[in-house]
């Protein structure tokens, strides 16, 4: 008797004894006889019970999700019943002897197929959830993506190596989750938003290719493509160019999509952050579609709207969206888009309609129709489609006309799953404006290096100083980021100078690695791809809860662990910590 997995058996294997183990997938029971549909995480095999063996009897019991062990022959399915939709599909098991290793209470949502359930409920019970075939399929993505990333590196010589989980909280854009010390009363570990320093560390240290499968944690707020612990993809190299970083991570993943999806990418366009923001009203563009952002100001100089006419003279811009057929919507449903448009942040919206009977504008008396005809040729409008437009201050307008290009892509079905568009954004601004604080701060993080040529715009115009910063970039997700670093001590001390750092808030903060700096820090770069999202769109997911085996919901809870939870007061006690009301 040999112990084959559910998926392994074929028409080859007829004739053979085997025994199975798995989950009762399917119970169906037809004119004396009862099949079974065994399961594990190989695939499923049909199980024949017939009367005349004992097994027949505790057969008759089972239920879904039962654990079972089923002796007996490979037989050929009769002429007719084959199911082309199972590798195993071309033959049964006649089951001779019936083990039950476990019963199963009713699940709380069907196990067995994948259709949606309350998602509360599956992470409440989620060993449950995992047994189905979409969770089983992401997860086997998921081993296999990070195996492809781990042979690639490998190959090239670099060197995975581990870094602390506690670590010296250092700023990094998100709050730190603190871990205090019980050693050390009053004193707390963080839990490191990404390896940043410590890698550079490594690079100082003489390794010069590093690679890791890094855990990181935040504590943001959440969202479908954000969790508070993550796992990224983290890669330094020293004596490298910008060049260099980028030609490393896109082959890494071509090789990754060829290697588990056998899809071969082509090379990834480029753009700069300015033209992407023009183009696509966003640093993440989805170029699986075109439908690009038109601005639109000088069609409409001079003009009587006074929207138009006050966001003009302000130095405000107007900036357009074509909505293919969109001229077939009716009055409320243009209504409606427009409360969709306040919703993406939009002041209001214009539209107008190039209907086959003639233009209509929802401010008729203020489009004329050679303004209307002037645009559609521009924007290579036809009759039949609509022009959207908004009006705000330039970066504003550009941005909510980004996120509507999206609406009208997802309402045309333009956004075709199974359709890879990587792409690269490069020359980022070094600095933007902190909303709180109205301060600058680092756009990336205060390692990077300013582009070259631009270091003395930090004395006279630091606002305009770019960024050897690159960010790559798929279906309008951000997969990740990288810079090239500051290697010389007194150049990162001159950025915190110009971030308004005290000596010692630098020592307090960054002393030991500007330290580290002091002992012959090599040029060096690098990058962190994030492997949750990676998975998530290789799968076809929208949610990286989907491909994460034990997610936080939305409010960071652990609902099948029921974490956090209150800690017992002794080891509060130990820990030199007073929890107050």
Known sequence: MTRRTCGALRITDSGTNVELDGWIHRRRDHGGLIFVDL??????????????????????????????????????????????????????????????LNRSLVPPFQVN????????LRLEYRYLDLRRPRMQRNMTVRHRIIKAIRDFFDERDFLEIETPLLIKGTPEGARDYLVPSRLHPGSFYALPQSPQLLKQILMISGFGRYMQIARCLRDEDLRADRQPEFTQLDVEMSFCTQEDVLEIMESCMRSIWLRVLDIELPPFPRMSYADAMSRYGTDKPDLRFGLELVPASDVFTPTEFMVFKSTIESGG????????????????????????????????????????????SSVQRFIEERHANELALRMQAERGDAILLFADARDAAFAVAGRMRLEVGRRCGLQREGDFRFCWITEFPYLEINAETGKPIPAHHPFT????????LIESDPLRMRAQHYDMVLNGYELGSGSIRIHQPELQRRIFDMLGMTPEQIDAEFGFFV????????PHGGMALGIDRIVMLACGEDNLREVIAFPKTQTARDLMMDAPSPAPAEALRELHVQVKP
């Open 113 to 120: 197929v994948d259709e949606n359930a309350d998602e509360n």
């Open 39 to 100: 399961r594990d995480r190989d695939g499923i095999t049909q199980i024949v019970f017939d009367p005349q063996y004992p097994a027949f009897a505790d057969a008759e019991h089972l239920r879904s999700e039962d654990v079972v062990r089923v002796c007996g022959r490979v037989r050929n399915r009769p002429s007719g019943t084959e199911n082309a939709k199972l590798a195993t599909g071309e033959i049964e098991l006649a089951a001779e002897q019936l083990e039950i």
């Open 317 to 360: 811009e107007i900036v357009a969206v074509r909505y293919p057929g969109g001229a077939a919507l009716s009055r409320r449903e243009f209504d409606a888009l427009v409360e969709e448009a306040k919703l993406l942040g939009a002041k209001g919206m214009v539209w107008i309609a190039l209907g086959a009977d003639g233009v209509k």
């Open 449 to 456: 290096s300013p582009a070259e040529g631009e270091w003395d």
């Open 515 to 522: 330290r580290a700096l002091d002992y012959g820090a090599p």
